[in-house]
């Protein structure tokens, strides 16, 4: 690690994230600046007598052998990869770690920079249950959603709306074309133009009855609400 004194050395010191240089071949923690020490609970005495394995319930010396190989075989310049660190209480907290062989230092070092996900994990969980929760809502409800990317023209569909389509649990990368290909006949100029004027007049909301035709022949009504939105 630089120097503390430097201007690099205090920026790493000051780093909000885990910085922590360590011994290629003993593990032994070296240098380790502030935003680790106080998140793992440990004094820089402290870590001085653990190795980076101590810190990593889910690795055992074999594990994390194959996984820095690709630096020791220099076949990849740094590893990226999720884990858990355990801090001087017992607890455990979700990283994202980012792993650099040192070769030209005598001796070899590790240089890891830590980022902690647990807040990030957190919100992925609950993003993963709203869209459950969406998901079962639109299926009670007989409501699908989708929107297009007017550039490209491909969709995305919701559950519920590859089975208004008759799709049943059929999935595939939708685009508009084969939303279009839905449309009844007698009906389709009339709901394509009321996309037209949405995109024309700046995203307006729209709102129309049509009838579609699903996947077996079968022939729908539905009800359909939505508006262009422009980044």
Known sequence: MADISSGLGRMI??????????????????????????????????LKTLTSLDIKPDYTPEAFNALVKPLRDGVEQAVTF??????????????EASLQLMQDQDPPVFLAII????????????????????ANAQRIAHVGSFDTDLRTLDSHWSAETFRIFGYGEERFQPTFDISKSHFHPDD???????????IKAGGPSYSADYRI???????????????????
Not at 82 to 95: E, L
Not at 188 to 198: I, K, N, V, Y
């Open 13 to 46: 010191e000051e780093s909000l994230n885990e910085v922590y240089i360590f011994h290629a071949d003993t593990l032994r923690f070296g240098p380790v600046n502030r935003g680790a020490r106080e998140n793992l609970g440990y004094s820089s005495d402290e």
């Open 82 to 95: 999720q884990t858990r660190h355990r801090r001087k209480d017992g607890s455990d907290y979700d990283v």
């Open 115 to 134: 980022n902690d996900i647990t807040e990030r994990l957190k919100m992925e969980v609950r993003l993963t249950e709203s869209e459950v929760h969406l």
């Open 188 to 198: 389709e100029e009339r709901a394509l133009q009321l996309f037209r004027d949405s």
């Open 213 to 231: 035709v699903q996947k077996g022949g079968a022939v729908r009504h539905v009800h359909s609400e939505g508006e262009t939105v422009f980044d």
